[in-house]
């Protein structure tokens, strides 16, 4: 069902509207009265006559016409009952604000559980419990306590803390940044942050989407929502709740390197949403977004009358992957003819402290003409001489002519000096930032939105597999009653999936490891094959670089003893002997299960780049090859793949297609929990890769 209902009712009853100031449901019923509203309005109170001069009912019963929206404002034992009554007025739209619920414990919980059944029998929708409300500045209706409505203006608003929501909203007033919807979740029993994102969707009064997330309800839809959302119309989240403290111990590498950090920052990426690190980057990012056209392109032009500002802001640039073009010799020229000779014609362009409003204004002009500029910043800091007020109004007399084609940010640096300057600014919708890097970051996120909008959508690979075979193994796994898939039923799964691994053979003695070696050749790498052995190398497993009969033998048998030795229950089903690859990079692939988006696909370098640089990137499955390429790109040592110091490239497509293989795996059997390929032999550029050990967790 629609939530229209919600955000644009023809009539609103207050179940517990209250006589007594101080009392939500008396503040509720006066923000309704007080926001504009033209509907009906009915207050529920049995034990009152008339609140305000509107007369009380004594139950929403009784209201004389259709009820679209009820606003529930009781103690939470008596909200199943106030539920009842609304599905009996056919009440399709309710916000439960009390408490009560799951937030106490076992007993709210179940009352929680209760309210959700009642949802879904009566085919009602459910914004909270436990919530402050919401409210509209295009209806307009303001049903929820916030003390007062919100400036109109084109930013949507979600917030998943009501507490927090009451002080973005009055800071955000206190910043002349208009809110065009309010929404406090609460506890999600029906309405999530995806259904919010799903209606503002089409919602024209909405140019960006705004939230501050502590989890999500639906991983999955979480993501295909938003992508969808996302190529119309910018979402920008504040997610809390970053540190891995709570996440479930995991024996894999890959499981201990993922937190839920790990899998939001995955999640966002996929679906093109717009990650803030605080509420202040939140409002930064989204009134850009909102009043400023994007960026066409990575190129910015600085102006400054300072230099040190402008070396801030150049190495904010470098390090953001921005870039400042050398202008054309025309602009130059012009700019030569009214700048003083002191002055930098090069960007940045410094036009010198003693610049004037005239001189800001003219090399704007000037520099908007030129074919190189993708974006333009200005920067400010307050001389004796400086103009900021008359500044401001020549900027955005430039930025009126330009008809949305380049943004324009300014950074008037200062405080009482510039601050008429910067009010100008604010109310004319140019974004000003205190400090460089403010302005910088943002830009990079208008930049990055624009590559998101133009990248094309593409199909994700599906290749010729063998399901069955799988399936078999992992259900002759859960016959034996383990779910830790041994050596060789590790290797069968790549097999299946065609992903290349070394010839091998397990060995129950040392007459097959010789044969074995006579067909192959050494050097060779020895392995214990056993189901109840997680990391080989604790329990001196794993033997390298086997070069003679002499020291298979002795490693073959050093093997079985250093076993017996330190993991004497073992299942040992004999030593895995395998061919040595040489001339290789070694690279991890893992799987992670993450409990709110599902199988989390990591990859990095191997050895010490993964055990203590933790240089990795994660995506969720399923995901494209566009998808596997950005996290390849995205680790700090990709230089080692593509050839670093003279070094023969490695073969980066063959990575892609292991990953795109392991995500179809991971997506086709959803019950493996955990998954790592360590290592990944990469070898050079047209070589191929091969997977030198692998290890298998499924679930029960």
Not at 533 to 549: F, S, Y
Not at 561 to 580: H, L, T
């Amino acid at each position: 069902m629609s939530l229209e209902k919600f955000f644009c009712p023809d009539s609103v009853a207050i179940i517990g509207a209250a006589r007594d100031e101080g009392k939500v449901g008396h503040t509720i019923l006066e923000s309704v009265m007080n926001s504009g509203f033209k509907g009906s309005i009915y207050p529920i109170n049995p034990k009152a006559d008339e609140i305000h001069g509107i007369k009380c009912l004594k139950s929403i019963l009784d209201a004389p016409g259709d009820v679209d929206l009820a606003i529930i404002v009781i103690p939470g034992q008596f909200v199943l009952s106030a539920i009842d009554d609304c599905a009996k007025k056919n009440v399709k739209a309710a916000i439960v604000i009390s408490a009560g619920f799951k937030e106490t414990g076992a007993e709210g919980a179940k009352l929680e559980q209760e309210l959700f059944e009642k949802a879904k029998k009566y085919n009602m929708r459910i914004l909270g419990p436990n919530c402050l409300g919401m409210s509209n500045t295009t209806c307009p209706v303001n049903a929820s306590f916030s003390p007062e409505m919100p400036d109109d203006g084109v930013i949507a608003f979600i917030s998943q803390s009501g507490a927090l929501g009451t002080a973005v909203l009055d800071w955000a007033k206190l910043a002349k940044i208009g809110i065009s919807k309010f929404v406090s979740l609460g506890n999600k029993v029906d309405i999530s942050e995806t259904d919010v994102f799903e209606y503002l969707e089409d919602d024209d009064s909405c140019k960006v989407i705004t939230a501050y997330l502590e989890a999500v309800s639906d991983g999955q839809r979480f993501i295909d929502v938003s992508k969808k959302v996302t190529k119309k119309k910018p979402i920008v989240v504040v997610k809390s709740g970053n540190t891995s403290a709570g996440a479930k111990a995991v024996s894999s590498h890959t499981g201990s390197l993922a937190g839920s950090s790990k899998a939001y920052e995955a999640a966002f990426k996929q679906a093109g949403i717009i990650r803030a690190k605080t509420i202040r980057n939140l409002f930064d990012y989204s009134t850009a977004l909102a009043y400023q056209p994007l960026p066409k392109g990575r190129n910015l032009v600085l102006i400054t009358n300072a230099g040190g500002p402008g070396i801030m802001a150049t190495d904010v640039c470098e390090e953001n992957n921005i870039n400042l073009p050398a202008l054309e010799k025309e602009t130059v020229e012009k700019l030569k003819e009214f700048l003083p000779a002191a002055a930098n014609f090069h960007n940045p362009i410094d036009v010198l402290g003693d610049a004037l409003a005239d001189r800001y204004k003219k090399a704007l002009e000037i520099i908007i003409k030129d074919k190189n500029v993708d974006a333009i910043i200005v920067l400010l800091t307050p001389q004796a001489m400086t103009q900021a007020y008359e500044t401001a109004v020549g900027i955005v007399e430039v930025a009126n002519k330009l008809n949305g084609e380049i943004p324009i940010f300014t950074c008037f640096m200062g405080g009482k000096a510039v601050k008429d300057g910067v009010d100008y600014l604010t109310d004319h919708k140019i974004p000003n930032f205190d400090i460089p890097e403010g302005a910088v970051n943002t830009l990079r996120v208008m930049m990055n939105y624009h590559e998101w909008l133009v990248k094309k959508d593409v199909k994700i690979k599906e290749f010729d597999v063998d399901k069955k075979a799988v399936k078999s193994i992992f259900d002759s796994c859960r016959k034996a009653k383990r779910l830790e898939l041994g050596e060789n039923e590790s290797r069968l799964v790549l097999e299946a999936y065609k992903i290349r691994i070394p010839q091998a053979v397990t060995a129950k003695d040392i007459k097959t490891a010789k044969e074995f070696a006579e067909k192959v050749g050494y050097p060779l790498v020895l392995k214990i094959d056993s189901p109840d052995i997680l990391h080989k190398t604790d329990v001196g497993g794993i033997k390298v670089g086997i070069k003679n009969d002499a020291e298979l033998e002795a490693g073959f048998n050093e093997i079985i003893n250093n076993v017996k030795s330190k993991k004497p229950q073992a299942d040992i089903r004999g030593i895995s002997i395998q061919e040595m690859i040489q001339d290789k990079q070694e690279t991890i692939i893992g799987i992670n299960k993450d409990p709110q988006f599902g199988p989390m696909i990591m990859f990095g370098l191997g050895g010490i780049y993964v055990e203590i640089l933790k240089d990795v990137a994660f995506r969720i499955a399923p995901i494209k090859e566009s998808d596997a390429r950005e996290m390849i790109e995205e680790i700090k040592t990709i230089k080692l793949l593509k050839g670093a110091r003279g070094a023969k490239p490695s073969d980066i497509n063959s990575i892609v297609e292991i990953i795109l293989k392991i995500s179809q795996l991971v997506t086709d059997f959803p019950d493996i929990m955990e998954m790592d390929i360590n290592p990944l032999f990469v070898k050079a550029e047209g070589s191929g890769s091969i997977a030198g050990d692998v290890r298998i967790r499924i679930a029960k």
